[in-house]
């Protein structure tokens, strides 16, 4: 069944409520300081000890942008001195050293990705340096199924610079849209050029790149349905693999950037609904396969055949492959797990340059899973990933009776099986087409910790 059929806006309006985006579980705000440095090395060192070791993602985060763009919450560091790139990428090296000391060679790399801020501040020679650093403190794989990603800005990166990043081994590149509308390009800061993209995304092409995406908003100031229409008409012709079509969340309480929107400017509930339907139609007719949450590609990428044989992942970079892997995260804020510990790096620039440069893993807080923390990841990951929870697997490897251990979630689910978005298909519960546009609100019912935080931190589920 399409997922245009089952597109209702009278459902997703009633649960259009604020939660965790389930890049982990438990998420980031139970992480303390209780777990620090020592704890995340002993960690590192105890996972080389696995019967069979287990290959590794490698995330590195790149802060800077030249500019801001007003939506933008992730964290980054806006400066026009192209010197504070190179002195990060000193820095950066040494905390490779430091991670990869404690990781046994054996232990293979198949997955790098580059996020941020804006990776491709460094230029190509720097992202260079980096990236034959990682080749000498660990085991970088020569398989065909490695993935090395870079997220780029076209706005400042020269096609022929894509060549020098293909030569680096980078196969996949993720570019940066959002909209492709003068009016809303202004509202945003982020005036982009379609010529400049289609540019890049041709070069990425022509060096070989296996994979594109492309990401864009919906929900910015000034969108219309007939000018969104025009955006997705113009994406859905450059025929990237990839598209990421991300619910644009309005919480200029935490971050300061988005204060330079007039909230008079963004679209209505009701809009917004329409946007999201607009994207799911047209897409769907193009033939992109619904992956999850706001990730769609073609049934032939990557991503859509670790979905199908079991092994795509959702992690601090969203949908990936290689659900195989631990993920070893480096620079400013970057988030790792390793076998049931998580760490995260100092998030402000300074404190995360003073412990790199007095020789310590920069560690600013983290968390060890207890029993119950790793029955309720494994069954959210499998939902999130592959839209169901299978009891007798959850039951078989966690040594409870699911009906007793999960009857206050199950309560809080059933209003979904009134509603037709999960059923039960034997000891299997499955979410419907209808349900799958909803599964974070699914993931809700069994988070244990989610009244503890004020719902301000989550974006909205549509």
Not at 240 to 255: M, V
Not at 303 to 330: E, K, P, W
């Amino acid at each position: 069944m399409s997922l245009t059929s089952c597109f209702d806006t009278e459902l997703l309006r009633r649960y259009d409520r604020p939660g965790p985006r389930y890049t982990s579980y438990p998420t980031a705000p139970q992480f303390h300081a209780d777990f620090g440095r020592h704890d995340w090395e002993q960690a590192l060192r105890d996972s080389n000890d696995d019967p069979i070791p287990r290959r590794l993602s490698l995330y590195l985060h790149v802060p800077f942008c030249t500019s801001p763009c007003f939506y933008c919450g992730c964290n980054k560091v806006i400066t026009r001195d192209r010197r504070r790139g190179e002195e990060y990428v000193q820095l950066l090296k040494r905390e490779i050293e430091a991670s990869g000391s404690l990781i046994d060679r054996d232990r293979q790399v198949v997955q790098i990705h580059f996020g941020g801020g804006t990776p491709n501040f460094l230029c190509p020679a720097q992202l260079g340096d980096v990236v034959g650093h990682l080749s000498r403190h660990f085991g970088l794989a020569d398989v065909p199924d490695r993935d090395f990603s870079i997220e780029l800005d076209p706005r400042a990166i020269a096609p022929a610079e894509v060549a020098e990043l293909a030569a680096m081994g980078f196969n996949r590149a993720s570019l940066g849209v959002q909209d492709y509308d003068p009016d809303v390009q202004r509202a945003v800061n982020r005036v982009q050029g379609i010529e400049e993209t289609e540019a890049v995304l041709d070069a990425c092409r022509q060096a070989g790149m296996s994979s594109i995406n492309i990401d864009l908003i919906y929900g910015l100031p000034k969108q219309t349905p007939r000018t969104f229409a025009l955006t997705l008409d113009r994406v859905i012709a450059q025929r990237p693999s990839r598209i990421a079509i991300y619910g644009y969340a309005h919480l200029p309480q935490l971050f300061r950037p988005q204060r330079q929107i007039e909230a008079s400017d963004l679209p209505d509930a009701e809009t917004r609904l329409q946007l999201l339907g607009l994207a799911i139609r047209r897409l769907d007719v193009a033939g992109y396969q619904y992956i999850g949450m706001d990730h769609f590609a073609l049934p032939d990428d990557p991503l859509a055949v670790a979905q199908r044989c079991g092994s795509l992942q959702r992690n601090f970079m969203g949908y990936t492959t290689h659900g195989d892997c631990d993920l070893i995260g480096l620079g400013v804020s970057a988030i790792s797990r390793v076998g049931e510990c998580f760490a995260q790096n100092h998030r402000d620039l300074p404190a995360w340059s003073a412990a790199v440069e007095a020789g310590r893993l920069p560690i600013w807080r983290g968390l060890r899973m207890d029993h119950d923390d790793q029955l309720r990841a494994a069954l959210i990951q499998r939902l999130m990933c592959q839209g169901e929870i299978d009891v007798e697997q959850i039951e078989a490897d966690h040594a409870v009776r699911f009906e007793d251990y999960f009857k206050d979630a199950l309560e809080r689910l059933q209003p979904m099986f009134d509603d037709g978005l999960v059923s039960c298909r034997g000891r299997r519960i499955v979410a419907s087409p209808r349900g799958r546009m909803l599964l974070r609100n699914v993931a809700m019912c069994f988070d244990r910790y989610l009244g503890q935080h004020e719902p301000t931190r989550f974006s909205r589920a549509v």
